[in-house]
T-cell receptor
Framework: GIQVEQSPPDLILQEGANSTLRCNFSDSVNNLQWFHQNPWGQLINLFYIPSGTKQNGRLSATTVATERYSLLYISSSQTTDSGVYFCAVAWNTDKLIFGTGTRLQVFP | DGGITQSPKYLFRKEGQNVTLSCEQNLNHDAMYWYRQDPGQGLRLIYYSQIVNDFQKGDIAEGYSVSREKKESFPLTVTSAQKNPTAFYLC???????????????FGPGTRLLVL
């Protein structure tokens, strides 16, 4: 099956800093989603981005499907950005495969 | 408000006991999913259902059972056969219009199951 690797595993930032999270996947995908899990466990969908670039406020994402990676950019980070960021992928199926996540801590 | 609800928030199970986790959605989504998350890990798929009265096993279905009698509801039973059930359980749903596998999934708040 498709393997998903996320890096870095942990990231510590001061408020206002920018960061880039990476998701590598081992095979072709036509479904790629980025999620944020807050400290209480709730997962929020950030982007559905199997290819191309999208932006939503301080967050943006780019997926280069031919090179099998996706990047999530967080600009001007805030303490509320803390949590775990997951990348999940699939190919012609409802069965998403999740990476192990990047744990982000933003300090004031 | 539209969304996905899960109950209870916390659940304690005794050895040999079956317990059922509730998941309800009012988003009119066709597909529903159950995931398990262990500490420091990603999510793993237990079961999923694309339409009423039909469901498929995910990657870790052993020791779990589900039913899909109504579009809005997808309860998960953790049976006594599941030897290590302590985990965080998340339910999700999505539309199934268009090409298979190209729909955003939305998650409920989760249920934490602890074994006594």
């Amino acid at each position: 099956g498709i393997q998903v690797e996320q890096s870095p595993p942990d990231l510590i930032l001061q408020e206002g800093a920018n960061s880039t999270l990476r998701c590598n996947f081992s095979d072709s995908v036509n479904n790629l989603q980025w999620f944020h899990q807050n400290p209480w466990g709730q997962l929020i969908n950030l982007f559905y981005i199997p290819s191309g670039t999208k932006q939503n406020g301080r967050l943006s994402a780019t997926t280069v499907a031919t090179e099998r990676y996706s990047l999530l950019y967080i600009s001007s980070s805030q303490t509320t950005d803390s949590g775990v960021y997951f990348c999940a992928v699939a190919w012609n199926t409802d069965k998403l495969i999740f990476g192990t996540g990047t744990r982000l801590q933003v300090f004031p | 408000d539209g969304g996905i609800t899960q109950s209870p928030k916390y659940l304690f199970r005794k050895e040999g006991q079956n317990v059922t986790l509730s998941c309800e959605q009012n988003l009119n989504h066709d597909a529903m999913y159950w995931y398990r998350q262990d500490p420091g890990q990603g999510l793993r798929l237990i079961y999923y259902s694309q339409i009423v009265n039909d469901f498929q096993k995910g990657d870790i279905a052993e020791g779990y059972s589900v039913s899909r009698e109504k579009k809005e509801s997808f309860p998960l039973t953790v049976t006594s056969a599941q030897k290590n059930p302590t985990a965080f359980y998340l339910c999700a749903s999505s539309h199934r219009g268009g090409t298979l596998g190209r729909e955003t999934q939305y998650f409920g708040p989760g249920t934490r199951l602890l074994v006594l």
